[in-house]
Nanobody
């Protein structure tokens, strides 16, 4: 059974940082593009960032470019999202996607 489990969410003040982790099990992620999405209350789920199989190609939504960094460790079957300089608009549930499945999500709340 293929599973993705996110962790690392929480509550942070504007300007703060969080590092999200996505642990995959059941299959290796080495041959898969992996991605992070987010969904804010009342909004559609949106692609935040993606990373190619070897990590050499990355994509970032304009809203997070320069603040977020995606990375992966294929040996550990892990994907990460380093989020810096967080602002109120980053508040959302963040989902890891890949291996044709989704994780349950982790809540990120930016509040003062």
């Amino acid at each position: 059974q293929v599973q993705l489990i996110e962790s690392g969410g929480g509550s942070v003040q504007p300007g703060g940082s969080l590092r999200l982790s996505c642990a995959a099990s059941g299959r290796t992620i080495g041959n898969e593009v992996m991605a992070w999405y987010r969904q804010a209350p009342g909004k559609e789920r949106e692609l935040v960032s993606s990373i190619s199989q070897t990590g050499t190609i990355t994509y970032y939504a304009d809203s997070v470019k320069g603040r977020f960094t995606i990375s992966r460790d294929n040996a550990k079957n892990m994907v990460y999202l380093q989020m810096n300089d967080l602002n109120f608009e980053d508040t959302a549930v963040y989902f890891c996607e890949g291996l044709r499945t989704w994780g349950p999500g982790t809540q990120v709340t930016v509040s003062s």
